[in-house]
């Protein structure tokens, strides 16, 4: 089973706009932490926002912002005011235990495009 | 912010080369570093964990003889393509935590392999 979900391969979104990125997760752990990274063309994995299981309040930062819902077990992006630089493959990811240290498990990802 | 280093950016070989990629972490130790190979269009596939000083965990499917991982010091991790083939042409891209589970992963810029 999945167990970091993007059900949008590709999404448009008209400059100066907001847009929301779905991700939904699974997992049994407790404590657990859900992050989103922005991939230009260019190849680089740009970090964008983290949230914690245990954090009460949603994450931001800048026109990020995180809309953690724990019991639905989503964590959706929303960029707001979008910019044409937005542009990008976006992937939200899971941290969970590993056998002592932590792992990485990464969504399909979310191609966005911004309409000028 | 925390920066990690990754060399080459691309690298184009003939087939039964030997590759050396190298990942950094230029301002904080890294305690644990990962190793991701990425197929066009396509999301980023773990290949190994490293913790500096013990072997590499490997993924399951992923040849340990043939992607030899170095992690010698707190801010070093070096992947090794041995005797690389056509079919390893791919993007790899490394990105390291420092100590703590709340941690994002901070990546390099990733290495473009094309072997001929």
């Known amino acids: 089973a999945q167990k970091i979900t993007q059900t949008q391969p590709g999404m448009f979104v008209q400059e100066k706009e907001a847009v929301t990125l779905d991700c939904t997760y699974d997992?049994?752990?407790?404590?657990?932490?859900l992050f989103w990274y922005k991939q230009p063309s260019s190849g680089e994995m740009i970090f964008l926002i983290y949230?914690?299981?245990?954090?009460?309040q949603n994450a931001t930062e800048g026109r990020y912002s995180l809309n953690f819902q724990k019991a639905r077990k989503s964590a959706n992006l929303v960029i707001s005011a979008s910019q044409l630089g937005d542009s990008a493959m976006y992937f939200c990811?899971?941290?969970?235990?590993?056998?002592?240290?932590?792992?990485?498990?990464f969504g399909t990802g979310t191609r966005l495009k911004v309409l000028a | 912010g925390a920066v990690v280093s990754q060399h080459p950016s691309r690298v184009i070989c003939k087939s039964g080369t030997s590759v050396k990629i190298e990942c950094r972490s230029l301002?904080?130790?890294?305690?644990?570093m990962f190793w991701y190979r990425q197929f066009p269009k396509q999301s980023l596939m773990l290949m190994a964990t490293?913790?500096?000083?013990?072997?590499?965990?490997?993924e399951q499917g992923v040849e340990k003889d043939k992607f030899l991982i170095n992690h010698a010091s707190l801010t070093l991790s070096t992947l090794t393509v041995t005797s690389a083939h056509p079919e390893d042409s791919s993007f790899y891209i490394c990105?390291?935590?420092?100590?703590?589970?709340?941690?994002?992963?901070?990546f390099g810029d990733g290495t473009r392999l094309s072997i001929l």
């Open positions: 990811a899971m941290r969970e235990a590993n056998s002592g240290t932590y792992k990485y498990i």
């Open positions: 301002d904080f130790q890294a305690t644990t």
């Open positions: 997992t049994s752990d407790q404590s657990y932490g």
């Open positions: 490293s913790n500096e000083g013990s072997k590499a965990t490997y």
């Open positions: 949230q914690g299981s245990y954090d009460e």
């Open positions: 990105s390291a935590t420092g100590q703590g589970g709340n941690q994002p992963q901070h």
